[in-house]
């Protein structure tokens, strides 16, 4: 009994001596090394756990339109849930399967399908820089230092199957098996939504933008404008919803000039509306008449959708969960 309690003994002191020596050496080393160096170290691996959160789990960014009003003003911060819908494995490559996909109302993040990448370097800077400073440095910016809109967060309006149309700025939706076209008012009263659509411009403004593109359709063609067009053109305000200005100029375009198959393609188009394919989804802004959304670049596919809004966590007095 005493040989085996000694042996034990031994066999502990040696242990402890040896951690002991180790400390004491590993102490040393931190002495000897240059503070610098030391500060170095630390940062990079704060920046490593930094971009690993932000490119698997959660992710900053900074709102940088008013295309969300009230949802969402510009400057706001907010978080997004990159979990859910499935990560990018690389930043812009390959995407992993997520939890779920994105459901109607929610309000998500995609890559603008209007974005033109200043090179893979660039981009890949860029982005690097925007996560490990929580969105404080965007190097991204046009000539006049606005942000370019690399990425955009918009609300998920329309679904696969449905079809979806604007009528004076209003959304119209045939969802799945109905025939009839029906207000997105109405559609969200059915569905138990609450409708966050906010409107700028009012119903009695439509007859001068009407009047407006009809008088550019009469000039492109070189046709003489008739004075009372002219004169109701006049009228229409500097912010007008130009999406239905195009519908409208397309319209009088088809029927001055029937065999102009353009103009007869995108008449068809506005009328029919957009019908949203498998695998897609139709962003749009709460703010309607100031969004720059999928009536301009059409549905989105779901391998682009990068995450969901979750929280605004600045400014603090506007702080709280994004619906």
């Given at each position: 009994m005493e040989k085996w309690y000694c042996?034990?003994?031994?066999?502990?002191?040696?242990?402890?001596?040896?951690?002991?020596?180790?400390?004491?050496?590993?102490?040393a080393k931190q002495k000897a090394k240059n503070p610098i160096v030391d500060w170095i170290e630390a940062f990079l691996w704060a920046a490593i756990v930094v971009l690993i959160i932000n490119q698997y789990a959660a992710q900053a960014y900074q709102i940088p339109s008013g295309s969300m009003k009230n949802t969402l003003q510009i400057t706001d911060r907010i978080f997004v849930n990159k979990m859910v819908y499935g990560p990018e494995l690389i930043p812009g490559a390959v995407k992993l399967p997520g939890f779920s996909i994105p459901k109607r109302d929610e309000v998500i993040i995609f890559e603008s399908p209007t974005y033109i990448s200043k090179g893979p370097v660039f981009d890949t800077l860029q982005r690097l820089l925007y996560m490990l400073t929580f969105s404080l440095v965007d190097i991204d910016k046009d000539e006049n230092g606005m942000p370019r809109p690399h990425f955009l967060i918009k609300r998920a309006v329309g679904m696969s199957g449905d079809r979806i149309r604007f009528v004076e700025g209003n959304v119209e939706i045939k969802p799945p098996g109905f025939q009839e076209w029906m207000t997105e008012k109405e559609f969200r009263a059915l569905s138990g939504l609450k409708d966050r659509t906010r409107r700028i411009i009012q119903p009695e403004i439509y007859p001068y933008i009407k009047a407006s593109a009809w008088s550019d359709a009469f000039l492109s063609l070189s046709i003489p404008v008739p004075e009372e067009l002219l004169s109701e053109a006049e009228k229409m305000p500097a912010v007008s919803d130009m999406f239905e200005w195009m519908k409208y100029r397309s319209q009088m375009l088809y029927r001055l000039n029937p065999q102009d198959r353009r103009a007869a393609g995108l008449w068809k188009k506005f009328e029919t509306g957009w019908y949203i394919d498998e695998e897609h989804i139709l962003p749009l802004g709460d703010n309607r008449d100031n969004s720059r959304d999928g009536r301009y670049f059409g549905p989105v596919k779901l391998d682009k959708v990068l995450g969901r809004a979750m929280f605004i966590y600045w400014p603090l007095g506007r702080a709280g969960e994004i619906l």
């Open positions: 042996a034990v003994q031994n066999i502990t002191e040696r242990y402890l001596t040896r951690r002991k020596r180790k400390k004491e050496i590993l102490r």
